[in-house]
């Protein structure tokens, strides 16, 4: 099994800066090297890919939408993957999700958080 939450989320103004944690648990995590990602959902809007790490950090990708503004990261020790997300616009805000692929940043996301919100005010 493998449990993920993330924290972080919150109201900032356009320009500003937050740092999203989701931290990762549960006996599947620890025995699988899982790439981790996160994602976004917009109401009316489809959930979306915004960036993946892989199981040890060494490989990343982004959505073009975010590229130069948004760093993913991970520290194994804490079973934690972040993202870093500057210079945010409106069109970011949406519940943000982590994930947990057992196959890979291009494989199946099996895993997901609830969720945490990010508001950008204009």
């Known amino acids: 099994q493998v449990q993920l939450v993330e924290s972080g989320g919150g109201l900032v103004q356009a320009g500003g800066s937050l740092r999203l944690s989701c931290e990762a648990s549960?006996?599947?995590?620890?025995?699988?090297?899982?790439?981790m990602g996160w994602f976004r959902q917009a109401p009316g809007k489809e959930r979306e890919f915004i960036a993946a790490?892989?199981?040890?950090?060494?490989?990343?990708f982004y959505a073009d939408s975010v590229k130069g503004r948004f760093t993913i990261s991970r520290d194994n020790a804490k079973n934690t993957v972040y993202l870093q997300m500057n210079s945010l616009k409106p069109e970011d805000a949406a519940v943000y999700y982590c994930?947990?692929?057992?196959?890979?940043?291009?494989?199946?996301?099996?895993?997901w958080g609830q969720g945490t919100q990010v508001t950008v005010s204009s």
């Open positions: 994930g947990a692929s057992p196959t890979g940043t291009r494989g199946t996301y099996d895993y």
């Open positions: 549960g006996r599947t995590f620890r025995r699988y090297a899982m790439a």
């Open positions: 790490v892989n199981w040890n950090g060494a490989t990343t």
